[in-house]
T-cell receptor, first 112, second 115 residues
Framework: GENVEQHPSTLSVQEGDSAVIKCTYS??????FPWYKQELGKRPQLIID?????GEKKDQRIAVTLNKTAKHFSLHITETQPEDSAVYFC???????????FGKGTKLSVKP | NAGVTQTPKFQVLKTGQSMTLQCAQD?????MYWYRQDPGMGLRLIYY???????DKGEVPNGYNVSRLNKREFSLRLESAAPSQTSVYFC??????????????FGPGTRLTVT
């Protein structure tokens, strides 16, 4: 089955700096890669996703890149702000029935 | 629209007790999911239902049962609670059936403690 590994587990940056979180996946047939953000005490929410027919997708200060050959994808946050502090999860399809396999999460702390 | 709702928000059980976590969505979604979240372990899928009338095991189904009561409701039952089931439980739903490439909408979670 699919295996998703996420690094780093914790990341601390200064406000205004960039943050990068990386995930690798094992199933070469995977074709959809979402990122979810979970603020402290809240529910996870989708912030951006990418499909395998594109290499990069941007939405304001966040972007996701995909390298299908190497089987990894990354979340990039530029000009970080304190409100970006949260746990971020990557995911990849887990099988034929519509479920996702999530990475273990990255706790991002943005210091003012 | 309330989205995805879960009850209860908090629960404390003694070892061996049983309980049912309730989840409902008002978005006419086909797929529904139950996850547990433990520190450092991310979101692990317990069971999911790709459509009304079907359920399938996820990564960590042992000790749990589910019922897709109708299109709106998907319940999770712990028959004999164990301390290892102390966790935060999230329900989620998605518009697609058997297609992971659609956003999952999560409920607010249930924090369960088993003593």
């Amino acid at each position: 089955g699919e295996n998703v590994e996420q690094h780093p587990s914790t990341l601390s940056v200064q406000e205004g700096d960039s943050a990068v979180i990386k995930c690798t996946y094992s199933d070469s047939a995977s074709n959809y890669f979402p990122w979810y953000k979970q603020e402290l005490g809240k529910r996870p929410q989708l912030i951006i996703d990418i499909r395998s027919n594109v290499g990069e997708k941007k939405d304001q200060r966040i972007a996701v890149t995909l390298n299908k050959t190497a089987k990894h994808f990354s979340l990039h946050i530029t000009e970080t702000q304190p409100e970006d502090s949260a746990v971020y999860f990557c995911a990849s399809p887990g099988g034929s029935q519509g479920n996702l396999i999530f990475g273990k999460g990255t706790k991002l702390s943005v210091k003012p | 629209n309330a989205g995805v709702t879960q009850t209860p928000k908090f629960q404390v059980l003694k070892t061996g007790q049983s309980m049912t976590l309730q989840c409902a969505q008002d978005m006419n979604h086909n797929s529904m999911y139950w996850y547990r979240q433990d520190p450092g372990m991310g979101l692990r899928l317990i069971y999911y239902s790709a459509s009304e009338g079907t359920t399938d095991k996820g990564e960590v189904p042992n000790g749990y049962n589910v019922s897709r009561l109708n299109k709106r409701e998907f319940s999770l039952r712990l028959e004999s609670a164990a301390p290892s089931q102390t966790s935060v439980y999230f329900c989620a739903s998605s518009t697609a059936s058997a297609d992971p490439s659609y956003e999952q909408y999560f409920g607010p979670g249930t924090r369960l403690t088993v003593t």
